[in-house]
């Protein structure tokens, strides 16, 4: 049992993370969602938005870029058609909730504060692909500070804050996001990138820049949260190229007391039982009785 | 129910730009429909980190196997079509909505240019257990294009086009005198998709129902990153999850 506080307890340390997953229901033919510690479902903004333009992928060594762009139906539309899908699934189902003004945030809190099976927001100021997108209030520390102490006075229950790698100081924003009333954050989100076909002469995504994932952004953001972790109390739920037990070991190693699985759903979706349960064979041959006795045992 | 599982490759059979792979699984097949696609692991190189989503070609659930055709395109396509004899391909599957079956006693024409053709074998086959027998147009840019041809000849009266006029009419599908000839009432289409989009507005000028198999851009193949979308009237769609087959009607061409 991992308790990241205020209501919000899993049962292992493996959530999958948004946007990678769905809604969970993409994924009930391979993973029985019980054995996982939370679903986190696609980000969400107050208003539906359309997204970007095809193309808005392009794979990269070990990685991919993504400019998708938030497509998405509306808080309300979660609300009405696909919470009464999902709200009975055996896990936590978490939702990633993004905006582009402040008005936008605390709206899409409120309304999420009122429904019932939802124990925690990822709070995402870190989507580098819409204009004026969250990133603008996840890249400065007045910034962070304005939206996450905004959120916290209409929202009562586990507030995660996703942060940016887009910066220059994560510890500050980690910091500024705690003393604002974050109940933990969890990193990183996307680096930004771009990707050039050389034979056109085009950017291969249609908005030219986009998220970086998978596997090669892993010691980014192991630095990261390494990097966080010494900065901060609250609890870090780690991110960025998990593909197996052992790199979520890492992270757990590096100071991250849950994480979550992104692009490898993509290849195996099954992955995240697996890692699950790898976590815990590692825990069972290294002695270590319970899984947050990884938490920060990293020996340096 | 979509299941991930492990294939032997039990048969290759190399063409000109192409390979056919014949693939068992240990395992029963799922229901698998017509114009539905596979997720291909490629393992080995960080360059193909990403499935690749592949059209079926050809099933046998009895034998457990199912048959792909495979252009080499890119380094994906090459690693898979280099696998050997008894080497392990790891797949998910069956993916996407495949093609609307017709009703009986309607007119059928599958139209297929390059490896488009490669869907439409399977989807001839299930008409013909259906007693439907369709007409093909298979269009090609030259005649080792037309891979398998005696083999599509079975389903039903069979038409070709190569662009270098090595086999059947010169010129593209949209040009051949079977238009001129024949009517239909639903016309199914797989090809790159300036030849789709020709197509389809042949449709439109005859009214005649069509549907096209799209192949955008995929990551996950399981409607879940939104990467593939489409526009269409009712916005942006995954081609993985509604496609990869649509009504041109819906589709913003």
């Known amino acids: 049992m991992i308790d990241l ?54 794979e990269t060594a070990s990685g991919m870029l993504n400019c998708v762009g938030l497509q998405n139906k509306g808080v309300q539309y979660f609300i009405d058609t696909i919470y009464p899908r999902i709200k009975d699934f055996d896990t936590n189902v978490l939702l990633n909730l993004s905006g582009s003004t ?99 002469r085009k950017p291969k995504l249609s908005v030219i820049t986009g998220g970086l994932s998978g596997a090669c952004v892993k010691p980014v953001a192991l630095r990261m949260v390494w990097q966080v972790a010494k900065a901060v109390k609250i609890p870090i739920v780690g991110l960025g190229g ?40 590692y825990c069972e041959w290294h002695g270590f009785e319970k899984v947050t006795g990884l938490i920060g045992a990293l020996e340096c | 129910m979509k299941q991930i599982a492990d294939f032997k490759l039990v048969e290759k059979q190399d063409y000109s730009r192409s390979v056919l792979l014949r693939l068992r699984s240990e395992h029963p097949l799922p229901d698998i429909q017509p114009g539905q696609f596979v997720q291909v692991r490629i393992d080995g190189s960080p360059s193909t980190y990403l499935r690749r989503p592949i059209s079926i070609h050809d099933v046998d659930l009895q034998r457990k196997e199912v048959s792909l055709l495979v252009q080499q395109v890119g380094e994906g396509t090459r690693r898979l079509a280099s696998a050997d004899k008894g080497d392990t391909i790891n797949m998910v599957l069956p993916l996407g909505a495949g093609f609307t079956m ?65 086999l059947g009419e010169k010129g593209f599908v949209t040009m051949h005198s079977i238009w001129q000839r024949q009517s239909f009432d639903k016309i199914y289409v797989c090809g790159p998709k300036p030849m789709m989009k020709a197509v389809a507005k ?36 995954c081609v993985c999850k509604e496609g990869p087959v649509f009504n041109t009607r819906r589709l913003k061409w």
């Open chain 2, 102 to 166: 017709p009703e009986k006693g309607e007119k059928c024409l599958l139209v297929g240019g390059g490896i488009g053709i490669a869907p439409l074998f399977y989807f001839a086959e299930v008409l013909n257990e259906k007693s439907i027998r369709p007409t093909l147009l298979l269009g090609g840019k030259t005649k080792t294009d037309l891979i398998r041809l005696v083999d599509y000849q079975q389903f039903g009266e069979t038409f070709v086009t190569t662009e270098d006029g090595s």
């Open chain 1, 102 to 200: 402040l008005e936008d945030y605390v709206k899409g809190a409120e309304m999420v504060d009122a429904v019932d099976k939802i124990p925690a927001i990822e709070l995402n100021v870190s989507c580098p692909n819409v204009k004026q997108g969250g990133m603008a209030f996840g890249v400065t520390c007045a910034g962070i500070s304005q939206v996450v102490s905004e959120v916290r006075k209409v929202y009562h229950k586990h507030l995660m804050v996703k942060l940016s790698p887009n910066v220059t100081n994560i510890a500050e924003i980690a910091l500024a996001a705690e003393a604002a009333g974050a109940d933990s954050v969890s990193l990183i989100n996307t680096l930004m990138g771009m990707a050039i076909d050389a034979e056109r």
């Open chain 1, 5 to 58: 506080g205020r209501g919000l307890v899993l049962r292992n340390p493996v959530m999958t993370a948004s946007g990678t997953f769905g809604y969970g229901e993409e994924y009930t033919d391979f993973v029985d969602l019980s054995q996982l510690g939370g679903i986190i479902v696609k980000g969400t903004t107050l208003h539906p938005r359309e997204g970007n333009p095809y193309p808005r992928m392009a």
């Open chain 2, 202 to 237: 042949l449709a439109v000028e005859k009214d005649v129902w069509c549907e096209v198999s799209l192949e955008n851009l995929m990551a996950c193949g399981l409607g879940a990153c939104l990467c593939c979308v489409e526009d269409t009237v009712d916005g942006h769609v």
């Open chain 1, 242 to 281: 998990i593909s197996n037990a052992t790199d979520a070991v890492e992270f757990m190693l590096a100071g991250a007391s849950a994480i979550e699985i992104g692009t490898a759903n993509f290849i195996d979706p099954a992955v995240s039982v697996k890692v699950a349960e790898g976590i815990k064979e």
